[in-house]
């Protein structure tokens, strides 16, 4: 019975820890999205540009209304995307889900900037996994208008 409620006792303490140390994260993400929230903004532009080593990584401009991205541009050369095209982007809402997600799933690596007046994330670099090559992946946002 001793043993038992040792084995228990041990678990317990080794959840706590993990839950403890994504805490930081899960508390800073709480704040800016909070921050972004107040802003009351659910139509906006805002550039975005995702670097892996599977998609285009060109800036590409997004319209967002309603809190739907209806339209996108590549910032260079002004070509719009197809509608078809447009699932593959993220709003700034889904790029919090996507911050939530990666603590969640323990990513070995996170790391997140937020914009200082506005909370949305200015820069998420993700390495899920530590022996894992190529599974990297850095978004980036910025030019809120």
């Known amino acids: 019975m001793i043993a038992r409620t040792l084995v ?3 678990f317990s303490l080794v959840f706590v820890g993990c839950d403890s140390d ?3 994260q899960r508390k800073e993400l709480r ?3 909070s921050k972004w929230q107040e802003l009351e903004r659910t139509d906006y532009q805002i550039t975005t540009r995702v670097v892996c080593f599977c998609i285009r990584t ?3 401009i ?3 209304e309603g809190e739907q991205i209806v339209q ?3 910032a260079e050369s002004g070509d719009f995307l197809e509608q078809s095209e447009l699932s593959s982007l993220r709003t700034v809402e889904q790029h919090f889900d996507i911050i939530d997600e990666a603590i969640s799933d323990n990513a070995f690596r996170l790391e997140v900037e937020y914009h200082p007046e506005f ?3 200015t820069v998420i670099s993700i390495d899920y996994a530590v022996n894992v090559a190529d599974d990297e992946v850095v978004y980036y946002l910025s030019n809120l208008q």
Do not use: C, K, L, R
Request: charged fraction near 20%; glycine fraction near 4%.
């Open 31 to 33: 704040e800016n999205i």
């Open 119 to 121: 909370g949305f994330p």
């Open 62 to 64: 997004i319209t967002v």
């Open 58 to 60: 060109d800036e590409i």
């Open 22 to 24: 994504t805490e930081p």
């Open 72 to 74: 996108a541009f590549y």
């Open 8 to 10: 228990i006792v041990i």
